[in-house]
């Protein structure tokens, strides 16, 4: 609180250096954002314009179609099954001019999980042009028996954004913290479009 009167650290050093002890990432490979939130719009920011589409399921997080639509780019939705992703389907729904798929797991609002091994197979067989957004917001809530490790398949694949947030089993929404994990050059792009200081001191 004694500190208020100056700018924040704009890089988030700190806590790009715990977050990378705690995950085992380089810090370069993490990108800061008000919330998950805004790294989401970072990755449409990023990679999406008009002429351009992004992939999401129906009944999918509510921010992909405003990230997508404020781009001017075209969403393409697809039909839920048993109110949760079709991987299958969206694997199918991918055009030449798709850069980016949307995935939440677990999803809100309706509480569907992918498990780990389907996904993965989804990644590897997805062209390297089209970046994964993982939305990974209740991740930490997974029982043990449905974890699997996304963060180490960004290793295999530079196309993956797994994105967390400090928001939910945390319990600090109105911080405004979360994060992105990327391949360095993904997280280098995202992070030239952020604002210096879309992270406050206190968060
Ligand atoms: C809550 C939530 C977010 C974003 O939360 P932030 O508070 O912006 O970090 C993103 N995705 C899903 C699926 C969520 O439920």
Redesign the pocket.
Known sequence: LGGLARYPDGNGFELKQALSRKLGVGMDGIVL??????V?ELAARSFLSPGLSAVYSEH??A?YPLAVQAMGAEGIVVPARGYGHDLQAMAQAVRPDTRIVFI?N????TGTYVPGAELESFVAGLSREVLVVL?E??NEYLRPEFRYDSIGWLKQYPNLVI?R????VYGL?GL???YALAAPGVADLMNRVRQPFNVNSLS
């Open positions: 954002g008000n919330g998950s939130n805004d989401l999918a997080f921010v939440a677990p999803n809100n609002p939305d917001a209740y994105t947030t400090f928001s939910k929404a405004r913290v979360g």
